[in-house]
């Protein structure tokens, strides 16, 4: 953490050498003492330092100055660092104007030059001062910081990016104080949009897209070569237990993903049913241990970052990305997953991000506190996030449209759910419309059995329901269902035939689509089993397989 600022200004050369002398003879070690020779000069400073997030202990600021007076700085320097400890250094003919600055300005105390010696005329009283001051600092959070409204769906997105991504971030409200402060110290005629990123290196992105965060951040998006032994495409369970086994096993691997690495396993508050973690774990914790582990054994990942086509040359599969670069290897797997489908209801869709979320959007857990929050779902997805959000809202109720709950969640689960009193389940039911302006404020449910209709008030909903393969960009080179799941093995043959097309003697391997050397896992798979320990066993056989077809070309 860098050192808290000790400030001076004076426009006198002389008197400023001076008072930055002692001042770095005595607090050098503990503090940063930074002088300015102009008022503007030195509010320039406060607000590089305020967007950086550095503190500012102390100020020590000369009352005559050329267009502006001591007085009038410390008024505006107030507004950026209000905590920081305030000192007028005056000659004896000022001291009038130092006392009436002490209630204007809020001085904490006024100086006469000379101060010799510092011992006795200087150190002393600043030392309090700056005692009284360490005894309320407390360290900035060092991270990316984020302005916005919570109501902002562009605001959903980038936090929902950074957890998901792991980056540390610190959320603050536009109509906060501090707020206000940041967005005056930057300099952009754009800070009436929203959100604002601010970057611990002092720069800043208005509005960004993923893409510019990722740039930002560190994240790669680009890759180091033109080929590779192994593209997989989707970074789920599935893509990250081939990403380990394939680079593990001497494959040059590279892993793109379109959003965060971990999938909708990921967003998951805690998995209790994964082998090996009896007490559990959120699937955040779980990702990041996977890429750790792909990483390690010389995975290149690239995140952001997706496939927008696929062709075929020969015994090469190409891919295009969405920068337009291109890449070429010998075998692919997809491991793009699902996404959660949208509803159709009205209102919703404008409603989206701005209080109706798609998935566990475990970033507004926190601005759920006490509030009527309902989830629309009943797999494993929406009971865990069922049980995590009861631990911050008032209640929490499940809306489900079959008559149990038992169908499609883990029994571990339901027993959880029925032991929580500020969870609550309503069976045969379905949300038909969604109503607010800029922010989710009411909706309605029906029941299917009884007709019943209600309107119940709300400002958070999240939605677990429906699952849409991530396969558009397949086209027609790779076959698919009627809803979009990727064939494999046996399922690509019609009337015991071989898929059309295809040239090998062989019949397609258990996890080989229509096209030899493309491979499918996990959840976008036809008849998969939807767990995540059946997406990471997928994703170890895939490799295998592909060792098998690599040993015939």
Known sequence: ???????????????????????????????????????????????????????????????????????????????????????????????????????????????????????????????????????SFRPPFEGVRVIGCRWSPRLHQVKDFLARNHVPYQWLNIESDEAHRLVNCVNSSDTKRQPIVLFPDGSNLVEPTNIQIAEKV?????PKMPFYDLIIVGAGPAGLAAAVYGASEGLRTVLIEREAPGGQAGTSSRIENYLGFPGGIHGGDLAKRAVTQAQKFGTEILSPQEVTDIRLDNQYRLITLADGSQLSTHTLIIATGVSYRKFKAPGSEKLTGAGVYY???????????????????????????????????????????????????????????????????????????????DKLEAITLLNSTTGKVETIPTNALFSFIGAKPRTDWLQDVVERDENGFILTGANTMRNGMSPKGWALERDPAFLETNVPGIFAIGDVRCNSVKRVASAVGEGAIAVQLIHQYLACL
């Open 359 to 437: 998935g566990a959007a475990m970033t507004e857990a926190l601005t759920c506190k006490g509030e009527e929050v309902f989830i629309v779902g009943a797999g494993n997805s929406a009971g865990q996030a069922a049980v995590y959000l009861s631990k911050f809202a008032h209640s929490v109720t499940l809306v489900v449209r079959g008559d149990s709950l038992k169908k499609s969640m883990s029994q571990y689960l339901i027993e959880q759910i029925e032991e929580i009193n500020n969870i609550h389940v309503k069976l045969l039911s379905e949300v038909t419309e969604f109503f607010g302006e």
């Open 218 to 222: 560190g994240l790669k998006t680009r």
């Open 1 to 135: 953490m860098a050192k808290p600022v000790i400030l001076t200004l004076d426009d006198d050369s002389e008197v400023l050498r001076a008072i930055e002398h002692d001042l770095r003879s005595e607090y050098g070690d503990r503090f940063r003492v930074v002088r300015a020779s102009s008022a503007k000069i030195a509010l320039e400073v406060l607000q590089k330092l305020k967007l950086r997030n550095e503190s500012a202990a102390l100020f020590i600021v000369d009352q005559r100055m050329p267009q502006m007076t001591g007085v009038e700085f410390l008024e505006q320097a107030m507004e950026i660092f209000p905590m920081t400890k305030r000192v007028l250094l005056t000659a004896y003919a000022d001291t009038n104007a130092a006392i009436h600055a002490i209630n204007k300005a809020k001085i904490d105390y006024y100086l006469l030059k000379p101060w010799n010696p510092p011992q006795e005329r200087l150190y002393p009283m600043l030392n309090d001062l700056l005692e009284v001051w360490q005894a």
